[in-house]
Nanobody, 117 residues
């Protein structure tokens, strides 16, 4: 059973930084896997925040996080990370990682990020 486990979510003050990690078990990173971070705030739809391709050269970011968030992957360690800087209260949400293999995909269980003073 493939498992994706996110970690790193916590309460942080506005302007602070956090690094989220997503560890994959029973799953081997391949160059065909596209990794994405999504988030879902209360009462809102889940939205795509950032993505990275198999080789790590191509990344994408939602306009709301450009210049503040950085996605990265470590194929050797089977992890994908999201470095979040200059956090704002509107970044408060449950953050999910997703592994997209094209024909199938897997989600993690989510980690809560709360930005508040």
């Amino acid at each position: 059973q493939v498992q994706l486990v996110e970690s790193g979510g916590t309460l942080v003050q506005p302007g602070g930084s956090l690094k989220l990690s997503c560890a994959a078990s029973k799953f081997t990173f391949t160059m065909n896997t596209i990794w994405q971070w999504y988030r879902q705030a209360p009462g809102k739809e889940r939205e795509l925040v950032a993505g990275i391709n198999g080789y790590g050269q191509n990344t994408m970011y939602a306009d709301s996080v450009k210049g503040r968030f950085t996605i990265s992957r470590d194929n050797a360690k089977n992890t994908v990370s999201l470095q979040m800087n200059s956090l704002k209260p509107e970044d408060t949400a449950v953050y999910y990682c997703k592994a997209d293999l094209g024909a199938t995909y897997y989600w993690g269980q989510g980690t809560q990020v709360t930005v508040s003073s």
